[in-house]
Structure formats: structure tokens, C-alpha cells
């Protein structure tokens, strides 16, 4: 490889400094339609991932994936439930939303992946920085007008995020703090392709958290965006690791591939053989180095069990590092969406969430090799999506 140090992020020794409070514009969390609306096309969601210790070391771990979501459509299928978000958006004068919702979750308690834990509908209520309802300088919530609580929030002091589910399979009562600069510092990105259509995603790479679940003590990572999409989404391959010393990677790949038409939901499909990337990213927070690196290179290659569960060969590289990782699918989780569209039509779009095992990890820079073995504790989760909702 030739040397190119301008893929480093250098933040001195800043970067992986332990924090009292996420950083960041985090006044982003609690507002929408930073891009006018589109009939169909958008989409909202605020989403998070938590991947908590097994008492019987599980590789894996335990994984709770939840999300607060609303979508500009009159029907949308989910799972064959028949959504019916109701108008956009309202916004009172002092800031608060309120809109149609669902909100949607899954649990993987070590062995069963419980799908659905959460596929409820709901009005959804966003409260925040100095409305009278929430009278704080800072923070916010996102809640469910329901009988049982489903809600997230971000403490006045901005020390701590909350998320609180009562679910049939236990109460979930779990708090986020920071982890270090470079994972718990929320990050913001938005663009516009035209036509009205575009993204805005902000996300925390990682935090730590601690809880209960059913009041028994709980411990691990999590993860988190909120994210606005309106455009038609390819399908598209995605995953992240937290790795025990604080590190993070992640890789994206948009493609089209002949799934694109796809109608169903099955775990393999025969014509998965070829994909062509449309993009390719990928992001190393490197504790150990002390940097943050950038990827423009990525490979995404996948193998299959007889299960169905696939195995994903991430190959990454930049003008310093190389990263090669195989990461195994212990169990699945999908969400189907099918949405009438023109002529009579219907789209429709399979979304696959696998928790992983990290069989093996590669990293090859310009100070030596490290391998699996110089972490413990790795846990991550990788996306897999086909069809083409629109």
C-alpha cells in the first residue's frame, strides 16, 4: 500500500478521552422535515441497537434492536400488518411533534431471537429543549401515546439517554452514557441528490450501558441513529463492531444486485451471487493508534449455512490500514414491508438484522498486524436488504 496520511482524523490525544456528557449537535435529535417532505418516499425513524454481556459468554451476547418510526404513505405492510400513518407531522408553536407511528422492536436473549418483541402502532410524541412540557435547557424525549411505556430520552443534563419498554417478555430499563470522544460525540450528515429527494442521518457510533431487564442487572454497548430517508433505498449491505479497548469500525455498501425484484422474504436466494456497488465506505475509531481512519474501499462477500444464516468476508483498505474481518450470523431478524404503489403495484422491501460473531479480524497498518486474538469481547451486527421500496 502507499502511505497516505491524509485518511487519518487525527484528534491528538483527544480521541478516545472518557467523557461526563455526549457532545455534539444534539439538538438534531428532536426535529424533523430538515428537507421538505415527499408523498411516499419519506421516512423517519429514531433507532437503536444495544448489545448486552451473557452470563454464559456467548460470543454474541444479548441484542435488543428498537426503533420509533413514521412514514409518509396511507398503507404500508409490515410484517402483513397493514400500517395507516394518518397526515404528516404536526408541530405546535413551541416545537413538539406529534405524529401517526409505529414503533417496532426484536430480542435476542442469548439463545431465541423474539420477532416481534414490539409492532405496535401508536401516536409518537417528540418533547424537548424548552418546551413547557419539558421545561430543560437541554434534552428530550421521544415517547408512544400508549398504556405501556415505550419511550427514549436524553437527560436535561445530557449525561445519560434513557430507553424504557414494557414488553410481555419483561421490562426493559436501560440508561446510555458516554463511552469516549470518538464514539460518543453525535455525529450529523445530510445530502441532497435532487428532485427534493436525499438523507439526513445522526448517529452515535457507540456508548455504554447498564440496566435491567425484569430487575435482573444488565451490562454491554449500544448504538444509535436517527435517520430521515427520502429516495428509494437499493439494497444494501451494512454492519459495526465494538471492540472491548473502545474501538469501533463500521462498513457501507449500497448495491444493485438482481435481488432488487425481489418478493419474498427468504433468508437465501440463488440469484444473491453478484452485487455492483453503488458506494463504499467504511470507518475505523482506532483506540489502540489513537486515530480515526476513513475507508473508500470496501468488499462485501457473503457464504451461507445450511440454516440460512450467512457468514460476511468485510475486506476494507485506504493508503494505511487494511482490515479484514469475517463475522458469522448467529440468528436472524427481518421486517418485510410491502406499499402499494403505481398502477396497482406494490413494492417491497425485506430488511435483515443478524447478530454476529467475530470469527476472525485482520488489521494491517503501518505499525504490524494485530489479529482477533488481541480483543476479548467483540460484538457487532450486521444489515442485509433486498427489494426496493418506493
Known amino acids: 500500500m502507499v502511505y497516505r496520511p491524509d485518511y487519518f482524523q487525527r484528534q491528538g490525544s483527544e480521541l478516545m478521552v472518557k467523557m461526563d456528557r455526549f457532545e455534539g449537535d444534539l439538538s438534531s435529535l428532536w426535529k424533523l422535515q430538515n428537507l421538505p417532505p415527499i408523498h411516499h418516499l419519506t421516512w423517519d425513524w429514531w433507532w437503536w441497537l444495544v448489545m448486552l454481556d451473557d452470563g454464559d459468554e456467548r460470543s454474541a451476547g444479548k441484542q435488543l434492536m428498537v426503533l420509533w418510526s413514521t412514514k409518509d404513505n396511507p398503507l404500508v405492510e409490515v410484517n402483513g400488518h397493514p400500517w395507516t400513518p394518518v397526515g404528516r407531522p404536526g408541530f405546535d408553536e413551541d416545537g413538539a411533534i ?6 417496532a422492536a426484536w430480542w435476542y436473549d442469548g439463545e431465541n431471537m ?4 414490539i409492532l405496535e402502532e ?14 430543560h435547557d437541554k434534552g428530550g424525549i421521544v415517547a408512544s401515546h400508549t398504556e405501556k411505556e415505550f419511550s427514549m430520552g436524553l437527560k436535561p443534563d445530557e449525561g445519560k439517554f434513557w430507553l424504557r419498554l414494557d414488553t410481555e417478555y419483561g421490562d426493559f430499563d436501560l440508561e446510555m452514557r458516554p463511552w469516549n470522544r470518538a464514539m460518543s460525540s453525535l455525529k450529523v450528515a445530510q445530502a441532497e441528490y435532487g428532485m427534493g429527494m436525499g438523507y439526513g442521518i445522526s448517529r452515535l457510533h457507540g456508548s455504554l450501558c447498564s440496566g435491567t431487564i425484569d430487575g435482573e442487572e444488565v ?16 439494497p444494501w449491505f451494512w454492519g459495526m463492531l465494538h471492540l472491548d479497548d473502545g474501538s469501533y469500525i463500521d462498513w457501507f455498501l449500497p448495491h444493485l444486485s438482481p435481488t432488487i425484484t425481489a418478493r419474498d422474504s427468504q433468508p437465501w436466494k440463488r440469484r444473491d451471487i453478484a452485487h455492483l456497488p453503488l458506494s463504499m465506505g467504511g470507518l475505523f475509531h482506532d483506540a489502540s493508534r489513537n486515530r480515526s481512519e476513513k475507508f473508500g474501499e470496501v468488499r462485501v462477500e457473503r457464504t451461507c449455512n445450511a440454516a440460512g444464516l450467512p457468514t460476511f468476508h468485510v475486506h476494507m483498505w485506504n493508503g494505511v490500514s487494511e482490515i ?3 463475522a458469522k450470523a ?3 431478524a427481518h421486517w418485510t414491508f410491502d406499499q402499494p404503489t403505481r398502477g396497482g403495484l406494490t413494492s417491497h422491501l425485506t430488511y435483515n438484522e443478524y447478530p454476529l460473531e467475530v470469527v476472525k479480524l485482520e488489521i494491517d497498518d503501518e505499525k504490524g498486524i494485530r489479529t482477533r486474538k488481541d480483543w476479548g469481547v ?8 433486498w427489494g426496493l421500496l418506493h
Open 378 to 385: 467483540i460484538r457487532g451486527n450486521a444489515e442485509h436488504s
Open 324 to 326: 479484514r474481518i469475517e
Open 330 to 332: 448467529v440468528t436472524r
Open 122 to 135: 401508536s401516536r409518537i410524541i417528540v418533547l424537548a429543549e424548552g418546551h413547557p412540557e419539558w421545561p
Open 219 to 234: 451490562n454491554g454497548t449500544a448504538y444509535f441513529q436517527k435517520v430521515c430517508v427520502q429516495a428509494p433505498s437499493p
Open 114 to 117: 423474539i420477532e416481534p418483541l
Open 98 to 103: 406529534a405524529m401517526d407511528g409505529m414503533i
